[in-house]
């Protein structure tokens, strides 16, 4: 499975980016995919992540009710939605699949997202 992440840019503090993560190979429906973000100078932090079903998700609780994650299997994608956007979400966020209880095996290239004061 390979995943390109993409949607990033430049936004103002309170705007909204959607993210994509397109994969390619078979069976990513069956796969959980999650998001990242490496700030500079940070660790990788996790963002949340999405079930191959589409429908069960879970984030990491300071990113709650701002992030939203979904997928379309048919498109082979899954996107990340970020509203009210802080200069403290400026990373690059990357995403990664893998099996269901499972380690992410496949990660993207990432996509920097810069929020603007």
């Known amino acids: 499975v390979q995943l390109q992440a993409s949607g990033g840019g430049l936004v103002q503090a309170g705007g909204s980016l959607r993210l994509s993560c397109a994969a390619s190979g078979r069976a990513f429906s069956s796969y959980v995919v999650g998001w990242f973000r490496q700030a500079p100078g940070k660790e990788r932090e996790f963002v949340g992540r999405?079930?191959?079903?589409?429908?069960?998700?879970y984030y990491w609780p300071s990113m709650k009710g701002r992030f939203t994650i979904s997928r379309d299997n048919a498109k082979n994608t899954v996107y990340l939605q970020m509203n009210s956007l802080e200069p403290e979400d400026t990373a690059v966020y990357f995403c990664?699949?893998?099996?269901?209880?499972?380690?992410?095996?496949?990660w993207g290239q990432g996509t920097l997202v810069t929020v603007s004061s």
């Open positions: 999405i079930n191959g079903n589409a429908i069960s998700t």
């Open positions: 990664a699949a893998g099996p269901y209880g499972g380690a992410y095996k496949y």
